[in-house]
């Protein structure tokens, strides 16, 4: 299992850090669909990758948004 989640929580995590502009939302509904497909395929449950992606978005609107309170 931890053969799985460190790799995944590693390329999220260089993902989140590399990805410095914003996304669009053709770029943002495509990811959306992939999401969807790996889950079908996974029988209908959360690939752990996409879920450590969703954490790490979490993290990072969080961040935003708390950057942005700091700002006011």
């Known amino acids: 299992m931890n053969k799985v989640i460190?790799?995944?929580?590693?390329?999220a995590a260089a993902l989140?850090?590399?990805a410095c502009e914003k996304?669009?939302?053709?770029?943002?509904?495509?990811?959306k669909v992939d999401e969807t497909v790996?889950?079908?395929?996974?029988?209908?449950?959360?690939t752990t990758g996409d879920k450590i992606s969703?954490?790490?978005?979490d993290v990072?609107?969080?961040a935003e948004k708390a950057a942005d309170e700091v700002k006011k």
């Open 6 to 11: 460190i790799p995944a929580a590693l390329c």
């Open 54 to 57: 969703d954490a790490a978005e």
């Open 38 to 46: 790996r889950t079908i395929k996974n029988g209908g449950e959360k």
């Open 16 to 18: 989140l850090f590399s």
């Open 23 to 31: 996304k669009g939302p053709m770029e943002r509904a495509g990811e």
């Open 60 to 62: 990072k609107h969080g």
